[in-house]
Nanobody, 125 residues
Framework: QVRWVESGGGSVQAGGSLRLSCAAS????????LSWFRQAPGKEYEEIGF???????TVADSVKDRFSISRDNAKKSLYLQMDSVQPEDTAMYYC???????????????????WGKGTQVTVSS
């Protein structure tokens, strides 16, 4: 069974850093577009960014100065580095993927087929 397992969430003060990790289980890993989404209480899902097989990551303008996405193919893992976090970053964070042959870009949320259960990030002021 294919699944993602997220880790690294928790509580942090504003201005701090967190690194979220996502490990693939039962997934061939290559040939997939990998992405991070988040959902704050009472709000819609927001795509933070994505990364394809080539390792090139695209991060949303709203967080690109503070967040970065990377992957480790050998470990079948996906990472989200969050720096200078703010209270508005409080949300449940999800790693998601879809088999695309390895390319990424222009995908809707409903096109991502494999979702992790999420990890909670809470930022206090």
């Amino acid at each position: 069974q294919v699944r993602w397992v997220e880790s690294g969430g928790g509580s942090v003060q504003a201005g701090g850093s967190l690194r979220l990790s996502c490990a693939a289980s039962g997934l061939t890993y290559s040939g997939y577009c990998l992405s991070w989404f988040r959902q704050a209480p009472g709000k819609e899902y927001e795509e933070i960014g994505f990364i394809g097989d080539n390792g090139h990551a695209t991060v949303a303008d709203s967080v690109k100065d503070r967040f970065s996405i990377s992957r480790d193919n050998a470990k079948k893992s996906l990472y989200l580095q969050m720096d200078s976090v703010q209270p508005e970053d409080t949300a449940m964070y999800y790693c998601v993927s879809v088999r695309t042959g390895g390319w990424c870009g222009g995908l809707r949320r409903d096109q991502y087929k494999i979702w992790g259960k999420g990890t909670q990030v809470t930022v206090s002021s």
